[in-house]
């Protein structure tokens, strides 16, 4: 069973630190990983999604990489800002089997970025 | 640019009482899903829904749950008999071939009294 641990809970940083968020997954079999965006009560904005062929993606000052055979992405997010304070999640999609999409999640990392 | 819609953003019920959930997945992606937020937990899939049938399901999508695209632009979850244990945020997603990217709807927040 597929199991996704993000590393810390909860970061806090001054505005303008480079920082990394890490994800981890047990199993290496997966199609695609994706990172989202919670802000409180709110639904997930998608950020990235890096597929299982890829070693990273970059978008604006975020870029996430995906080192597959150890099971590990990290999201790199470049002179943070106080608008980039919210929940960071990373989800997979497992390769195989009978469902198409199906996302396992990690429980998050919190990220506050004071002025 | 397309997005996942939701309604209502919030609702309340009682317990032992049915709600239905709406949603409308954007228009071009086939592949359809649901999950929930229990405060301060993970997001955990529900079910996936494809070609007018459900293709997975997880062990938290009981008897008491089910799904529907009636109309070929709605997708609703309902519950049947809710209980207090229900309470969640409920977000339905949509995913396209293109890309296989997942994009979520802004949830609908439970309440179960």
């Known amino acids: 069973k597929q199991e996704v641990t993000q590393i810390p809970a909860a970061l806090s940083v001054p505005e303008g630190e480079n920082l990394v968020l890490n994800c981890s997954f047990t199993?290496?079999?997966?199609?695609?990983l994706q990172w989202f965006r919670q802000d409180p009560g709110k639904g997930l904005t998608s950020l990235l999604l890096?597929?299982?062929?890829?070693r990273e993606q970059t978008s604006g000052r975020l870029n996430a990489s995906l080192d597959k055979s150890s099971g590990r992405s990290t999201l790199y997010i470049a002179a943070s800002q106080p608008g980039d304070s919210a929940t960071y999640l990373c989800?997979?999609?497992?390769?195989?089997?009978?469902?198409?999409?199906?996302?396992?999640f990690g429980q998050g990392t919190i990220l506050t970025v004071h002025p | 640019e397309p997005e996942v819609t939701q309604t209502p953003s919030h609702q309340v019920t009682q317990m032992g009482q049915e709600v239905i959930l709406r949603c409308v997945p954007i228009?071009?992606?086939?592949?359809f899903y649901w999950y929930r937020q229990i405060l301060g937990q993970k997001v955990e899939f529900l079910v996936s829904?494809?070609?007018?049938?459900?293709?997975?399901k997880s062990e938290i999508f009981d008897d008491q749950f089910s799904v529907e695209r009636p109309d070929g632009s709605n997708f609703t979850l309902k519950i049947r008999s809710t209980k207090l244990e229900d309470s969640a945020m409920y977000f339905c997603?949509?995913?396209?071939?293109?890309?296989?990217?997942?994009?979520f709807g802004p949830g609908t927040r439970l309440t179960v009294t």
């Open positions: 199993d290496s079999a997966i199609y695609n």
């Open positions: 829904f494809y070609n007018n049938e459900i293709s997975e």
């Open positions: 997603a949509s995913l396209t071939e293109r890309s296989y990217e997942q994009y």
């Open positions: 228009s071009n992606h086939l592949y």
């Open positions: 890096i597929q299982s062929s890829q």
């Open positions: 989800a997979v999609i497992n390769a195989g089997g009978t469902s198409y999409g199906k996302l396992t």
